[in-house]
């Protein structure tokens, strides 16, 4: 998930028009969209600490490991390009707790799953629901509060909520794994579903407004995204149909976009050069950060052999840091537009990739930890200002689809990079693990020389 991704709905009803008798709750509707978008960030991150354990459970190589990440990365991110429509169509709040129910009945059958293919089929929906409830979630925050300031100041606690469970989710799933079963990483969404549930009860509805889909379009993207996982993933003679299949549905999603009069991602937006670089730069940083996390999950369990409790604690100094980060960047963009933070985040996660090649199987783990630190400052000094950079180049009315394109570009980035250097680390750990760390810092430095090319001019 994202470290401060957002995607914004279309425009919505005033509070309270089609309530009826409810009272509107500013207070309870940021309470539940809160919980919402931490409990979906969570997932993205709780269950890297607990694959080996899954893994173990079910008989699984590393192939099986890295389709419960992706299944619910890729659905949740491919799905993201059309929900926002979905949730304007039928009312955000209908939205949201359709996706709040799915993800919560699909996290029961993770956590009573029989076997791997029962995962991984569960972690799909849960991805499907997530999708869902993140541009409702920030639709019912927009809702409730109409005042521009305490709009913002609530958006600024959604956010962190999604900062606080992506650096919660290593601990949460150590802990849950060793003093429980891996199983629990699961059960634990159920009471916050129910909460959740229970906060939207006093919260107004949501009008419903017209907004096209673009299912031909959706539809593609899923095949292309989904060949291209499995080729990478799983290889042989079947990774060359799926990638037949990716690069079809590929050309396909392309005409489709070129002719469609509402695509659902506008090719038309890449013709502006800030976009292009926001955007690859978002995928760059989602690479490296959710991808070694990925690694350094089965670093530090299956060849340092520490616990999953301890090897989620060891994240923490990483992820820990990052909401304050996000804060310190939006503060830098604001002052001296989005160009500068953007390239010494990039330079910074360069600079930390580089100094994590000299990690090998000896390395303390604690010193490991430390030297995770500057990647992750990197990538979270960047994301706000290439945020504030991709909104400042689209018109108002295109914002929330731009958004929209930028996280779900993120989202499908770390899950291919999962994907790959899931393959790469399979093949012998720690050369597999520093080819990963080249590949990430070299996407870095090209998205380095886009950034240069921006404008200077200080974010609106």
């Known amino acids: 998930m994202s470290t401060n991704g957002t995607v914004l709905g279309g425009e919505l009803a005033a509070p309270g028009r089609g309530s009826g008798s409810r009272t509107p709750s500013p207070a309870l509707t940021l309470a539940a969209a809160l919980l919402g978008f931490a409990l979906i960030c969570l997932d993205a991150s709780v269950v890297n600490v607990a694959l080996p354990a899954i893994g173990s459970s079910f008989g699984s190589g590393m192939s099986g490991l890295q389709w419960v990440v992706d299944a619910y990365t890729l659905a949740f991110a491919s799905l993201m390009l059309s929900t926002g429509a979905f949730s304007d169509r039928v009312g955000a709040s209908r939205a949201y707790v359709l996706g709040t129910v799915v993800f919560t009945l699909a996290s029961v059958a993770c956590g009573l799953a029989p076997n791997l293919p029962t995962l991984v089929a569960a972690r799909v929906v ?9 541009p409702a979630s920030l639709a019912l925050v927009r809702q409730a509060y109409t005042d521009p300031a305490r709009r913002a100041r609530a958006v600024a606690l959604w956010a962190a909520g999604g900062s606080v469970a992506v650096a919660l989710g290593p601990v949460v799933g150590g802990a849950l794994t060793t003093a429980w079963d891996w199983r629990g990483i699961f059960f634990v969404n159920v009471p916050v579903g129910v909460v959740i549930l229970v906060l939207l009860v006093r919260a107004p509805r949501s009008e419903r407004r017209p907004a096209p889909l673009d299912l031909p379009g959706q539809v593609t993207a899923v095949l292309a995204l989904t060949g291209v996982a499995f080729a990478v993933i799983e290889g042989g003679t079947a990774g060359w149909a799926a990638l037949a299949v990716a690069v079809v549905a590929g050309v396909a999603f392309l005409r489709i976009e070129a002719r469609s009069p509402h695509p659902v991602v506008p090719l038309d937006l890449f013709r502006n050069r800030t976009v292009t670089a926001a955007v690859s730069a978002g995928a760059a940083v989602s690479v490296a950060f959710y991808s070694l996390v990925f690694v350094f999950s089965l670093f530090f369990q299956q060849v340092q052999g520490r616990s999953a409790l301890y090897a989620g604690l060891l994240f923490l ?23 500068l933070p ?15 090649l000299s990690v090998d199987t000896g390395t303390p783990s604690a010193l490991v930890a430390v030297l995770l630190v500057p990647m992750a400052l990197g990538c979270a000094l960047t994301v706000p200002p290439l945020t504030a950079a991709m909104m400042d180049a689209v018109p108002a009315e295109r914002a929330g689809l731009a958004a929209g394109v930028l996280n779900a570009a993120r989202q499908v980035a770390g899950g291919l990079g999962i994907a790959a250097f899931g393959a790469l680390v399979s093949d012998g750990f720690v050369g597999g693990m520093r080819l990963s760390l080249v590949i990430s810092a070299g996407l870095l430095a090209v998205t380095f020389a886009l950034s240069c090319r921006l404008g200077g001019r200080p974010a609106s």
């Open 342 to 356: 953007m390239l010494v985040g990039q330079a910074l996660a360069v600079v930390g990739l580089l100094v994590l």
């Open 317 to 339: 100094p990483m992820t820990g840091l990052i909401a304050v980060t996000n804060v310190v960047a939006g503060k830098l963009a604001g002052r001296y537009g989005p160009r």
């Open 126 to 134: 849960q991805g499907v629901a997530a999708a869902a409830v993140l």
